[in-house]
């Protein structure tokens, strides 16, 4: 069975147990073709496996006619070697915690295309499209780093720097790109859009509307664009930006995945690295349980998300939502396990939930110390969603996800996983930030992870992260088996408002760090005894 648009009519396919597109799609291409309603950023996995669907929800319900066009600003190997030899078409494989797979044939991509300005021919069909009043929103999936147009010491990045100096008719970084096609839809018919991050990140839609009119506002500088074209810009009512949520588990492919289709007759599955160093497959393997929430601003209308379950609500509830997630069910308990897995040997999330000392730990930042101050967003329960996180999500095995994936960039994301329940009980008149301790242990645990060695004393690989260098030079003379060479080396670290969203030396938490870290590295097996001794 090959996963091409001719193959679809080959009886295997039923006879596998793979669910195959229930529409049209020549139709549905014809119908994109003429009058296009979304475009998005970012063909990755997370697009493939979950954004793609719902939009195939639409089109088998009859609530939609068109497709999405998927566009790619940074890997063109993932149009040419992904896209284009499988029509368009992603093999979509669910993993569920009983080590069962659904599979389903997702065929709802009408056309992959490289954002590509040196590309005339890819290029000249996105200024076509830009230009088509039927189109109605721009979305992205290209990660927090895609919207960056400067460096930690805020200057701009070469890329930008040349993109501000050269012009829309020359534009390389993301951010540019779209500035480009928007000044190209407002030259042509000026119709409204929605500009729709559904990247993970805080205030995605802020995010995104910042570097577009940054660079619109640099252009304007040089007289590369018109003030008018800025106004219009800047105009929520013509171009608006809404925040969302999103949340699914999409690692890298899974080689018990490729198996097990290759074993079913499926062709072809094998993954590619790209030029860029993507990872990548004709299927996508995923957790069955996703979660998107948009605030419902669309200028010029939008396609019926709410029938395919996406919430479709207000910013503050967005906002909330996003809250809700990130500073208490899921991304603490996620870095939490990173930093503890890594030094002691981890290489499964999954597998982490079966210790006893890690599961007790996330339970207990999720539903001891972050419940009291959860943010409930009302459309969905903070304990229902935590429950699903801590008993399905994190133990399924069947999910490739590893502690060393989750470990990058963890300086980025402290302040907010952490820092604002910290935030949250120095602000409450009934609890004590003193009472906190897996919190602290879980802060602890980083700064002993930043120090390369594992638990048996051994070197070990620590992730990428911007932070990296300067946080290993302040710990540089510490060493394992010797606490009191910690004295005095994670005072400057633990007063950093960046990094912990407070200054843990004035609300009196840098103290009990301080001893955790000191008992974590007293000598080999060191961090098993704190973790047990805490946890116990």
Not at 12 to 17: I, L, P, V
Not at 207 to 228: F, N, P, R
Request: charged residues 25%.
């Amino acid at each position: 069975m090959k996963l091409c648009k001719a193959g679809l009519s080959d009886a295997a396919w039923k006879q596998a147990g793979v669910k195959l597109p229930e529409f049209d799609i020549d139709k549905m291409r014809a119908a994109t073709e003429e009058s296009p309603v979304w475009v998005h950023f970012g063909a990755g996995n997370i697009f493939r496996g979950f954004i793609a669907v719902l939009q195939q929800r639409l089109l088998e319900q009859g609530l939609a006619q068109q497709g999405i066009i998927a566009a790619d600003t940074f890997d063109y190997d993932i149009i040419d070697k992904i896209y284009t030899p499988f029509d368009n078409m992603t093999m979509m494989v669910s993993l569920k915690p009983d080590g069962s797979m659904d599979r389903e044939i997702i065929a709802s991509v009408a056309k992959g295309v490289k954002a590509n300005m040196e590309d005339e021919k890819e290029y000249s069909y996105l200024k076509k499209v830009f230009a088509n009043p039927s189109l109605q929103m721009l979305s992205f999936t290209i990660t927090e780093k895609g919207y960056a147009l400067a460096n930690l010491k805020g200057e701009y990045l070469p890329v930008v720097t040349a993109d501000i100096e050269n012009g829309p008719t020359k534009a390389h970084h993301a951010m540019s790109i779209v500035a480009a096609l928007l000044l190209e839809r407002y030259n042509t018919c000026k119709a409204p859009i929605a500009v729709v991050s559904m990247d993970n990140c805080s205030h995605n839609g802020e995010k995104l509307k910042h570097s577009v009119v940054t660079i619109v506002e640099e252009w304007l500088k040089k007289g590369h664009v018109s003030a008018d074209f800025a106004a219009w810009v800047k105009d929520e009512n013509q171009v608006s930006f809404p925040w969302s949520m999103i949340d699914k588990i999409t690692p890298r492919p899974a080689e018990v995945v490729e198996k097990a289709l290759e074993a079913d007759g499926i062709e072809d599955m094998a993954p590619i690295i790209t030029s860029r160093n993507t990872y990548i497959a004709p299927f996508v393997n995923a957790e069955v349980p996703q979660y998107l929430v948009v605030e419902d601003r669309f200028p010029n209308g939008r396609p019926a998300l709410e029938k395919a379950g996406v919430y479709m609500t207000d910013r503050d509830t967005v906002n909330m939502t996003e809250r809700m997630k990130v500073t208490t069910c899921l991304n603490p308990l996620h870095t939490a396990l990173a930093v503890y897995g890594c030094v002691l040997g981890y290489d499964s999330i999954a597998a982490e939930m079966k210790d006893a000392d890690l599961k007790k730990l996330v339970e207990t930042i999720g539903y001891k110390e972050g419940m009291p101050v959860v943010t409930d967003p009302g459309i969905l329960s903070p304990m229902d969603f935590i429950h699903e996180v801590i008993d399905q999500r994190l133990p399924n095995p069947f999910i490739p996800d590893t502690p060393q994936r989750i470990a990058t960039d963890t300086s980025q994301k402290i302040t907010v996983r952490f820092g604002e329940t910290i935030k949250s009980y120095v602000a409450s008149d009934s609890l004590d930030v003193h009472s906190l301790t897996a919190i602290p242990l879980a802060i602890a645990g980083w700064l002993r992870y930043l120090l390369a060695v594992d638990d048996e004393g051994k070197e070990m690989n620590v992730s990428s992260d911007p932070m990296l260098e300067v946080l290993q030079k302040q710990l540089a003379d510490v060493k394992l088996g010797d606490p009191e060479s910690a004295d005095g080396k994670l005072t400057e670290i633990l007063s950093n408002k960046v990094l912990f969203g407070s200054d843990l030396n004035e609300i009196g938490l840098a103290e009990k760090i301080e001893g955790m870290f000191k008992e974590l590295i007293a000598g080999p097996g060191a961090v098993r005894a704190t973790l047990h001794k805490y946890m116990a």
